[in-house]
Nanobody
Framework: QVQLVESGGGLVQAGGSLTLSCTAS????????MHWYRHAPGKQRELVAS???????TYTDSVQGRFTCSRDNAKNTVYLQMNSLKPEDTAVYFC???????????????WGQGTQVTVSS
């Protein structure tokens, strides 16, 4: 099994910054793409950013230019640096990873527990 543990959420004023971290642990061979999702009350879950194993990241339009997604493969960690935060960024943020386990070739999907980000006006 694989566990994803997130940290870095909190309360920040509009225009401020936060950096989220998600670290994978357990018995696995390789982590492929890693993703950040968010889920705000009354809205559908939204894909915010994705980063491949080589470090190439993509973003949803609403965070383009403000958020930076990166990873450290040696630490099995993905980051989401969030700058110029807006109240509409308020949500629970979840990390997600495609993981290849040691005992087989199949990729399995794992989720973190979520971390709350609240941006006040």
């Amino acid at each position: 099994q694989v566990q994803l543990v997130e940290s870095g959420g909190g309360l920040v004023q509009a225009g401020g910054s936060l950096t989220l971290s998600c670290t994978a642990s357990g018995n696995f061979f390789d982590i492929n793409a890693m993703h950040w999702y968010r889920h705000a009350p009354g809205k559908q879950r939204e894909l915010v950013a994705s980063v491949g194993r080589g470090g190439t990241a993509t973003y949803t339009d609403s965070v383009q230019g403000r958020f930076t997604c990166s990873r450290d493969n040696a630490k099995n960690t993905v980051y989401l640096q969030m700058n110029s935060l807006k109240p509409e960024d308020t949500a629970v943020y979840f990390c997600n990873a495609g993981v290849r386990l040691i005992n087989g070739p199949w990729e399995h999907d794992y989720w973190g527990q979520g971390t709350q980000v609240t941006v006040s006006s």
